[in-house]
């Protein structure tokens, strides 16, 4: 048998159609990332006209900042059990950067939004809605705070302790990203040796350099 088509958003329904658009863009990001993302073809999948997308959502910059707030979101959710798992540092960070790549495949390769996240930033010359800003940095920090405290409980439970509180977040944010990078871009291919060895080595090496002994 056929699969049934959607059922077609009525009219006036307005929170289903923005719903409609997310779901259009979320699809295609996934399948073929930011780059992908063309407003008018994004209307067609979504079953309304260009003009009532840009009445959501006046970019696909904006639109893709939405979807990756709720990525992040959903990254945390993700991460809530494997930090309650009470895992060894470094297989907390293994696990940490695996995940990590996930949404990175999507959401990271293409886009930064670490100018509309500092906060001297002008919430109001910003080229996102002042909410989304808010959201953005809101999930943000609720990331980091799962993460950091999953971090220090892990080293506690071996007698060691996080070495700086204010570097440490920054410097594994450019781990992750760096390592994510490679991960999914063609230089992975031009390792000699599997990923679940760069993988592990990695965790073991970040394990060291963010704690010491207590």
């Known amino acids: 048998m056929a699969a049934r088509a959607p059922a077609k958003t009525k009219w006036g329904d307005r929170e289903q159609r923005r719903i409609d658009i997310l779901d259009a863009a979320r699809a295609r990001i996934t399948t073929d990332g930011y780059l992908s993302l063309n407003m008018r073809d994004l209307a067609a999948a ?10 959501y959502f006046a970019t696909k910059e904006e639109l893709f900042a939405t979807l990756y707030a709720e990525a992040i979101r959903a990254h945390t959710e993700i991460l809530r ?5 009470a895992h060894d ?5 293994e696990l940490v950067i695996e995940e990590y790549v996930e949404l990175y495949r999507s959401f990271g390769r293409h ?8 906060h001297d930033v ?7 809605p002042k909410a989304l800003i808010i ?33 440490v977040p920054s410097f594994l944010w450019s781990a992750l990203n760096g ?12 390792d000699g040796f ?21």
């Open 135 to 167: 959201e953005l940095r809101t999930a943000t920090v609720e990331n980091n705070r799962l993460l950091m405290q999953s971090i220090r409980d892990a080293a506690s439970r071996t007698g060691r302790r996080v070495v700086d509180e204010q570097l």
């Open 194 to 214: 599997p990923p679940e060895r760069l993988l592990e080595f990695a965790a073991q090496r970040l394990a060291v350099a963010i704690t010491a002994d207590d």
């Open 81 to 85: 059990p494997i930090v309650a798992e």
């Open 122 to 128: 002008d919430a109001d010359a910003a080229p996102f």
């Open 46 to 55: 979504a079953g309304v006209s260009p003009a009532t997308l840009y009445s």
């Open 111 to 118: 886009f930064t939004l670490w100018s509309t996240m500092r």
């Open 89 to 93: 540092l470094p297989t907390l960070l």
């Open 179 to 190: 390592l994510a990078d490679h991960f999914t871009t063609e230089r992975r291919s031009l």
